[in-house]
DNA sequence: TTAAATTAAACAAACGTTTAATTTTGTGCG
DNA sequence: CGCACAAAATTAAACGTTTGTTTAATTTAA
């Protein structure tokens, strides 16, 4: 499905409203308002508001594989220096994403809605696989430990940042991050380092 | 505020509700017929659906300070071996109370509501002051190493959680989770244990 | 007999979606 | 280029529901 710039505009505007006042305390009312169309073209468009969510989250998930791949496939570099750099690279999408995550992570626990999410699921399926070959190759070569729980590496990982995200306004006074590029940087060296170092410590020492 | 025994009913229901369909998807008609009482003694009770929820957070979020520090106070026993329960600590408590957590969590990033759930964060800034005061003094006792992101910790043991709770139709396919008991066990022991190892490795080896 | 608890009904407001009419845009032809 | 016609886009209005809360009357308990 190809988006014209209105469509555009209108999936911006949803997504945006969807993370900041849950799905159901959005209105389309309030979506054509932000947007400056018609109530009715979301309709006309989507279907139906429940449809502009699925659309939203089917074109915000994709593309992340191929990065991922890209780091893993690099054979020349050292594997903690590539895990650092998928460490990097999640947090880093998830942070531009986080909105879209926070409706997924609501709907897909809500019992509401029959949203499936089927393609986020299959996503992470795939990149979930990337990441088992890229660590049991590491462990073949004796760099990192044996009993690694793999499926969990990536909670750690995306539950960290997102437990920051979640309650961000107890952090935000914990470090004194006042303005939001004091909050951009906070995210991208000290959170992304702490998690760096906790990976790293995980899947190389033993126990 | 005591709460009769059908005011308690209100709450208890009211909760699974919230975080079954969400704060705004749940009506006060659906709690009213769940709770088996007429929807007026909502407002009767409560003032309003959202002085319900208020009260619902503050009295959930109480006594957990006190079983951290009966851990943290036996010096008689390692500072792993105490970490280790810690953990674990926080993961039975934020397992059982789950649904207030991702009540807490959709409205502390919701700009609709107004609730500010002072309560909520002042208890978090309680149990840090306790986590930072028992990590720097294993950090004195030469057991935890020098640089650590101790305000970092728990959002990695929380996060660690959440992200498995949220995401847990992905998880529950992964690891074969097919019954509640499965699931509950796998929370207990692998999940666990996961983060324990996990913390264990964080603060002990320098890089 | 007085206060508290409970009820059914009504309230206005907001919800997502659809309708039918109108305007805008695109295309083929002379 | 300009006209005619069809398709697409856009609109205001209306649809029937559902929302949280309040009212006023009635029942229960102290």
Redesign the pocket.
Known sequence: MEL?D?QKEIVQVAEKLFAEYG??????????KEA?????????????????LEHMVVHRMSGFKVNLDEIIAQDDRSYHDRLNEIVALYVKRIHKNNRIYKIVHNELTNNARSLTFEHYLSQKKKNLDSVTKFIEAGQKAHVFKKHIEIPLLIPSILGTYFHFHYNQRFYEESYGLNTPESKELFIETTLTKHIQKMLNALITYED
């Open positions: 014209n209105k799905f159901d305390g959005t209105s389309v009312r309030l979506i054509a400056g169309i018609n109530i009715a073209m979301i309709s006309y468009y989507f279907g139906s508001k429940e449809k502009l």
